[in-house]
């Protein structure tokens, strides 16, 4: 006896779609790969720093080293919901020159700068998910603002930080 399934007549699974599911599955591919870069280099610049200056930053990055991990894992989970395949390592490239570690290690504001300079990619590009996906794919938008919000808050809390070693006079 053959089963009998149909696809979805509306929403983003719908075949009349397709396009739009495509287009929106490269989007989160790079996304995906955004926030791994991301864990990668907040790993190196949460163990890097040296000095008092440094503590703050340095914990706060590891911290958020396992919210960023979360959010790869929303953005491959969602890439493949939407029948596309989660890309492998090879598939890999490098972006964040502005991460790469300082020439002295006590250069604190080199990785707030660079921290700020990552949250606002991944910003912008969020942002661009969630225009992309709007009246066509609701959960895909719903879970994207809800990660920006996320980077959002980090990036609030790195300008801090910025502000205060411009307030000491360090930059
Ligand atoms: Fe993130």
Redesign the pocket.
């Given at each position: 006896m053959a089963t009998t399934t149909r696809s979805a007549a509306q929403g983003i699974l719908a075949d009349d779609n397709t396009e739009a599911r495509e287009r929106i599955i490269e989007m989160l591919k790079k996304a995906y790969w955004m926030?791994i870069e991301?864990v990668m280099s907040y790993i190196t610049n949460s163990i890097n720093p040296d000095g008092v200056r440094a503590q703050e930053i340095v914990e706060s990055l590891q911290q958020d080293i396992q919210?960023?991990l979360g959010?790869a894992q929303q953005f491959a989970q969602r890439i493949k919901e939407l029948y596309g395949v989660v890309p492998g390592s090879l598939d890999f490239k490098a972006e964040q020159s502005y991460l790469q570690p300082p020439e002295s290690q006590t250069d604190i504001v080199h990785v707030i700068k660079g921290v700020i300079e990552a949250e606002t990619g991944?910003i912008e590009h969020y942002n661009r998910i969630i225009e992309e996906t709007d009246g066509v794919d609701w959960v895909t938008q719903d879970m994207v603002i809800e990660?920006l919000h996320?980077?959002e808050g980090h990036k609030r809390l790195f300008e801090g930080f910025l502000r205060e070693c411009e307030a000491d006079g360090i930059t």
């Open positions: 926030e991301t919210e960023e959010h991944a990660i996320d980077e």
